[in-house]
């Protein structure tokens, strides 16, 4: 079963709007959440967190919104730029009991159009 | 500089002739993990290690077999690979495995293709 869901595989903005990119989960003891960006033919490289204490981390442009109640989180970009075109993936970090991996979501490509 | 390096980048290899996949990180990370990325299915572990001689399976063991001699070391190794392992595959690497310094760092990728 999917821990962790991204149901928009892909998301197409204008460049100078907002960006709002959507994450579910179903395991409420997961006690982090992250962004990855994947571009073409690299690695994803980490984004952005939020622990599981707090609603709310920003940085620059970028925040990171988390609702536990309805077990979402939401990554928000302000304003939204043509190399921002990426894949992202969200990830919670599992309990120790389930080995503290990642598990991440199937990923959202990006588009941002001048 | 930091990073996880991975090789081969691309593979093409052909059914039940066996493999490895190297992965090496600089930044003496006692967590490593294997996943393989797969269209609509996002990033998948493979198995993890938290820390030398320690490891364990992922979401998706079968058919995969890896070691942690050394810190900096984490091989993939297929045995007799099958064409649905044909896939995309990252090596990551991380402070610890929980919480604070989860952020992973992930090699470049290695696309395997088995026919």
């Known amino acids: 079963d999917q821990q962790v869901k991204q149901n928009s595989p892909s998301l197409s903005v204008q460049e100078g709007r907002i960006s709002i990119l959507n994450c579910d989960y179903t395991?409420?003891?997961?006690?982090?959440f992250l962004w990855y960006k994947k571009y073409p033919a690299e690695g994803p490289t980490f984004l952005i967190s939020?622990?599981?204490?707090?609603d709310k981390n920003e940085d620059g442009r970028f925040t990171v919104f988390l609702n536990k109640s309805a077990k979402h989180l939401s990554l928000h970009i302000v304003p939204s730029q043509p190399g921002d075109s990426a894949v992202y993936f969200c990830?919670?970090?599992?309990?120790?009991?389930?080995?503290?991996?990642?598990?991440f979501g199937q990923g959202t490509e990006l588009s941002v159009k001048p | 500089e930091a990073q996880v390096t991975q090789n081969p980048r691309y593979l093409i290899t052909v059914t039940g002739k066996k493999l490895t996949v190297t992965c090496s990180q600089n930044?003496?990370?006692?967590?490593m993990s294997w996943y393989r990325q797969d269209p609509g299915l996002g990033l998948r572990q493979i198995y993890y290690?938290?820390?030398?001689?320690?490891?364990d399976k992922g979401d998706v063991p079968e058919g995969y077999k890896v070691s942690r001699k050394e810190k900096r070391n984490f091989p993939l190794i297929l045995e007799s690979p099958s064409p649905n392992q044909t896939s995309l595959y990252f090596c990551?690497?991380?402070?610890?495995?929980?919480?604070?310094?989860?952020?992973?760092?992930f090699g470049q990728g290695t696309r395997l293709t088995v026919v």
């Open positions: 990551a690497s991380s402070l610890r495995g929980q919480g604070i310094g989860t952020e992973a760092f």
């Open positions: 395991n409420s003891m997961f006690d982090y």
């Open positions: 939020i622990s599981s204490i707090k």
């Open positions: 990830a919670a970090s599992a309990p120790y009991n389930q080995g503290g991996k990642l598990i």
């Open positions: 930044m003496n990370h006692e967590y």
């Open positions: 290690s938290m820390n030398v001689e320690v490891t």
